[in-house]
């Protein structure tokens, strides 16, 4: 009876490990608008050439470093965003040090609402991929796939988007639960 119990204590186990190693974990990377320039109209800053080299994911955090007596971060609409526009924001950002999460794909329009500072070039379009698709396999049957698990990266310039599969994982657990129980 004790057998019993055990193997079914250990079958519960695996079947909890090989259900977590399955879930995706994700994480952003960190950008520093501007790098380290940060936020300002001082020395020329393109942050659209600086948005250009960078790819954007979901989850990814911008933050916009600045001095809050002289500049603000408005998100606002595309027509606001090509006509500088900051009457009617999304949402306005002030203390200095505001950290956004993107969680969409798409489009995401920042400016200064300081009058002039937008059309003096600061403004920046943060462009967030899609997250690409699983095509279906030639034989008609589609194969689940382990989600990648992407850790974040350590540094806020730059930081690349690390993908690792845990599919051995999972396999692991599977072989060891069909080794143990074809022992019967």
């Known amino acids: ?41 001082i020395g020329n800053v393109d942050y659209n050439l600086w948005a250009a080299t960078k790819t954007f994911h979901v989850n990814d955090t911008i933050v916009f470093e600045y001095n809050p007596q002289f500049h603000n971060v408005m998100q606002v609409t595309h027509a606001e965003f090509r006509a500088c526009n900051a009457s009617s924001p999304i949402s306005t950002h002030t203390t200095g040090n505001d950290s956004i999460t993107i969680n969409t794909h798409g489009h995401h329009f920042f400016l200064c609402g300081v009058p002039g500072h937008c059309q003096a070039g600061q403004k ?61």
Do not use: E
């Not at 879930?23 to 380290?36: C, F, R």
């Open 124 to 184: 920046v379009d943060i462009n967030v991929l899609r997250a690409p698709s699983v095509a279906p396999s030639p034989s008609g049957l589609t194969p689940s796939p382990v989600p990648p698990v992407t850790v974040p990266a350590l540094s806020p310039n730059d930081a690349p988007h690390v993908n690792l599969q845990f599919g051995w994982l999972l396999l692991v657990f599977q072989l060891l639960f069909v080794f143990y129980f074809s022992g019967n």
């Open 1 to 41: 009876m004790g057998s019993i119990l055990g193997k079914r204590a250990v079958a519960v186990v695996l079947a909890c490990l090989m259900f977590a190693s399955s879930i995706q974990l994700s994480a952003g990377a960190v950008y520093k608008v501007g790098d380290s320039a940060g936020w300002t109209t």
